[in-house]
């Protein structure tokens, strides 16, 4: 079945530490997108990507980097830098972007830093 | 003001009752989705449309564009459509970079 497969379900690093976060899609999708899930609020994108090797910033992009090497993969990267790096972090696709096709979810990590 | 309001924001009801959950935008919008979010996390889509009605199953969505307005009902609600649904609209211009504006989603529990 095709999906998108984000793992761990579950992280948790120490103040300081660079963490990666998988995300691997088997839909043949162009676009892919890494948003920031926090209690109380809306999603937040963090970055996007149209096609392989570019990505572009989402709205919350400081203390965050990200690859597109294959278009399958798109790892997140939550460095140092990210202030309050504790949160629920969701990746999608689309066969587009820009919003006008369906999105598709994986099943999120949550991140916890102390 | 948030530019997508949903209410109400917690709803808890019995099984069989019919559910109805409101999305208000702002903005001019070309494409309004309904999501869902299982107590894990995950998200699916549900619809997405830009006039009139969608029915799937139990799911019925509608819009109206002039009143800038969605509902999303659950007829015969059960205990697993308990999750959290979430509005996010496509605006014309500007929103996110994705051009999308998420709702702040609306926490349904629907009791046996």
């Known amino acids: 079945d095709g999906g998108i497969t984000q793992s761990p379900k579950y992280l948790f690093r120490k103040e300081g530490q660079n963490v990666t976060l998988s995300c691997e899609q088997n839909?043949?999708?162009?676009?892919m997108y890494w948003y920031r899930q926090d209690p109380g609020q809306g999603l937040r994108l963090i970055y996007y990507?149209?096609?392989?090797?570019?990505?572009q910033k989402g709205d919350i992009a400081e203390g965050y980097s990200v690859s597109r090497e294959k278009k399958e993969s798109f790892p997140l990267t939550v460095t140092s830098a990210q202030k309050n790096p504790t949160a629920f972090y969701l990746c999608a696709s689309s066969s587009t972007d820009r919003g006008n096709s369906p999105l598709h979810f994986g099943n999120g990590t949550r991140l916890t830093v102390t | 003001k948030n530019e997508v309001e949903q209410s109400p924001q917690n709803l808890t009801a019995q099984e069989g009752e019919f559910i109805t959950i409101n999305c208000s935008y702002s903005?001019?919008?070309?494409?309004l989705h309904w999501l869902q979010q299982h107590p894990g996390g995950g998200i699916v889509s549900l619809f997405m449309?830009?006039?009139g009605k969608k029915k799937h199953g139990r799911l019925i969505a509608t819009i109206n564009i002039q009143e800038k307005h969605s509902s999303l009902h659950i007829t015969a609600s059960h205990p697993r459509d308990s999750a959290v649904y979430i509005c996010a609209v496509r605006k014309y211009s500007g929103g996110g970079a994705d051009g999308l504006t998420f709702g702040k989603g609306t926490h349904l529990i629907i009791q046996p």
């Open positions: 449309l830009s006039s």
């Open positions: 990507s149209q096609i392989v090797n570019d990505f």
């Open positions: 839909l043949n999708h162009d676009a």
């Open positions: 903005v001019g919008i070309s494409a």
